[in-house]
């Protein structure tokens, strides 16, 4: 059973910094497209940035580009990182990790592309 599982939100003010972790288990995601995606209040799921299965390319929503990285633990290819920096008040949503089998090795940036999604965390930036 693939379970994604996120952890590192909360309260943060604005020009802030905090990482995302995404702990995946009953699968090694070296194969596997992952991203992050976004939710705020009354609005739909956002994709924020996504990295492809060989982990040699990202790509960002523009929104968020120049200030959010995404990475992966190497070495256990079990861990997806984001770590967001300089954060706004309207970087205000919850977070999803999502997991794609894919065997295209390029970014996935649709939700529907999905198959594997953590719970959500929430992240909350203050002005």
């Known amino acids: 059973q693939v379970q994604l599982v996120e952890s590192g939100g909360g309260p943060v003010q604005a020009g802030g910094s905090l990482r995302l972790s995404c702990a995946v288990s009953?699968?090694?995601?070296?194969?596997?497209?992952m991203g992050w995606f976004r939710q705020a209040p009354g609005k739909e799921r956002e994709f924020v940035g996504g990295?492809?299965?060989?982990?040699?390319?990202?790509?960002y929503a523009d929104s968020v580009k120049g200030r959010f990285t995404i990475s992966r633990d190497v070495a256990k290819t079990t861990t997806l990182y984001l770590q967001m920096n300089s954060l706004k008040p309207e970087d205000t949503a919850v977070y999803y990790c999502?997991?794609?089998?894919?065997?295209?090795?390029?970014?996935?940036?649709?939700?529907?592309?999905?198959?594997?999604w953590g719970q959500g965390i929430q992240v909350t930036v203050s002005s």
């Open positions: 990295i492809n299965r060989s982990g040699d390319s990202t790509y």
């Open positions: 009953g699968r090694t995601f070296s194969s596997d497209a």
């Open positions: 999502a997991l794609a089998v894919t065997s295209a090795n390029s970014v996935r940036t649709f939700p529907r592309e999905y198959d594997y």
